[in-house]
Nanobody, 113 residues
Framework: QVQLVESGGGLVQPGGSLRLSCAASGSHFSIYGMDWYRQVPGEPREWVATIERSGTTNYAPSARGRFTISRDNAKNTVYLQMNSLKPNDTDVYYC???????WGQGTQVTVSS
């Protein structure tokens, strides 16, 4: 099992930016696909973005053009750069190892003036 620890959430004004980080434990990070999800308490988690082991990226329509997922295999870390944030981006954001039950604890993102 891979341990995943997110950081970088916080309070930001509409139109602002945040960069989320997710540090993974263990070895072989470079062979994993990694995802970001978001969730409002009481609702299903919603997929945001994926970066494959090849570096290929995919985004949900709500994230495309504003968010960028990237990875640094030397640091066992995946990132989510979020720009032009909107109030409805407010959620808890989770990182996830693709095709696994490995999730981080989540980091709160709040977009509000």
């Amino acid at each position: 099992q891979v341990q995943l620890v997110e950081s970088g959430g916080g309070l930001v004004q509409p139109g602002g930016s945040l960069r989320l980080s997710c540090a993974a434990s263990g070895s072989h990070f470079s062979i994993y696909g990694m995802d970001w999800y978001r969730q409002v308490p009481g609702e299903p988690r919603e997929w945001v973005a994926t970066i494959e082991r090849s570096g290929t990226t995919n985004y949900a329509p709500s994230a495309r053009g504003r968010f960028t997922i990237s990875r640094d295999n030397a640091k066992n870390t995946v990132y989510l750069q979020m720009n032009s944030l909107k109030p409805n981006d407010t959620d808890v954001y989770y990182c996830h190892k693709t095709d696994s039950n490995d999730w981080g604890q989540g980091t709160q993102v709040t977009v509000s003036s």
